[in-house]
């Protein structure tokens, strides 16, 4: 893999799209390929990329239910012709097209679902002469990452790649999430873990601290015997706030997620999205709690679905998954194992096949 080039396209939507990117590209470093790291919002029209960023954030944040409709007009999975992204899609073109030209890549990978758009169509068109291969970085694998002008799929599980096969027609290969090797070899003690006393939980609420009722989420854990570690992200405000709940926690963005991992009984969670999967490596129960809407509802179903976590849909549920999971015994050991058992594959080796 000497001579080999790949561009790898992500987005700062978050961080969890940087992160895998990163990670994809360290291992394909490591096989002695070159890599390359692109913005895929930085191939849009000027202001287009901060612009839709802004817009996401603000919606899921501040309307949610308008998300859930914007989610299931355009990317939920579903039989019909709807809406798509096809439009903004096109004009990515030239941009990219241009970091090709400069680059020379011999793959691209797509690691973001309009950077998967962009190669689909650019391949199916003719223009691009370059192979991409698509790592999915949800559970659900929605209309938004599907295109048959792709080459690839590499999914999170076998369903997802069974869904991205039978809507595009190519192949697709699992090869479970993609975390950085700390996750899975962590080890205490952390300075958030007590040597006695309360266990402690983690919320995470992602990179920009957005979460739905995640303070009182974090005052009944306390009241049951928890004690709550709320990740807030860049959100100071949502720290501040969080830190007058009393017996919890409250961090800010934090690069040691692995120490933190390492110190945790459970991840209560709202995505289904990087910290999850980096919880399933670290040997950390995940119960989904209050996700977000749109794809972070349908990625917790499916992540269930695959025995991975544990979904409450009330808070008597989520009192009830809390104490089956802190508890010694089956259901934890069980759910721990079908965790670490999801990492099946290389995702850099999987991804570099259509090269052959």
Do not use: K
């Not at 090709?100 to 679902?113: E, G, S």
């Amino acid at each position: 893999m000497g001579s080999l080039r790949v561009l790898l396209l992500g987005a700062s939507m978050g961080a969890g799209h940087d992160a895998v990117s990163g990670e994809l590209a360290r291992r394909l470093r490591a096989r002695g390929a070159a890599t390359e790291l692109c913005d895929v919002l930085t191939l849009l029209p000027p202001g287009t990329g901060p612009a839709l960023r802004a817009f996401y954030r603000g919606t899921v944040r501040h309307a949610p239910a308008l998300y859930a409709a914007i989610y299931a007009l355009f990317l939920s999975p579903g039989d019909g012709h709807r809406p798509g992204s096809a439009p903004l899609a096109a004009t990515a073109r030239a941009r990219l097209l241009s970091r090709v030209r400069a680059f020379r890549p011999d793959l691209l990978v797509p690691t973001f679902h309009l950077a998967a758009q962009i190669t689909g169509r650019l391949r199916a068109e003719g223009v691009l002469s370059v192979p991409a291969s698509v790592f999915v970085t949800d559970f659900a694998v929605h209309r938004g990452w599907l295109h048959p002008g792709n080459d690839l799929y590499v999914c999170l599980t076998a369903q997802g790649a069974e869904a991205a096969r039978a809507a595009t027609g190519r192949p697709a290969a699992v090869s479970g999430p993609v975390v950085a090797p700390e996750f899975h070899r962590v080890a205490g003690p952390h300075p958030h873990a007590p040597e006695q006393g309360p266990p402690p939980v983690l919320l995470s609420t992602g990179a920009w601290g957005v979460g739905t009722r995640t303070v009182r989420t974090a005052r009944l854990l306390a009241a049951h015997g928890c004690r709550p570690v709320l990740l807030c992200g860049r959100d100071e405000r949502l720290r501040r706030r969080a830190a007058r709940v009393p017996g919890a926690v409250a961090l800010g963005w934090t690069d040691d997620m692995a120490g933190l991992m390492g110190a945790a009984r459970l991840l209560v969670d709202n995505a289904a999205g990087q910290t999850a999967v980096q919880a399933l490596a670290a040997g950390v129960p995940v119960l989904a709690w209050r996700p977000l809407p749109g794809h972070g509802r349908d990625g917790a179903r499916s992540m269930a679905a695959a025995g991975l976590s544990t979904y409450a849909h009330d808070p008597d549920d989520l009192l009830a998954g809390v104490r089956q999971l802190l508890r010694p015994g089956p259901v934890r050991t069980g759910q721990v194992e079908r965790g670490r058992a999801a990492f099946v594959a290389d995702a850099a080796e999987l991804l570099t096949r259509p090269l052959g």
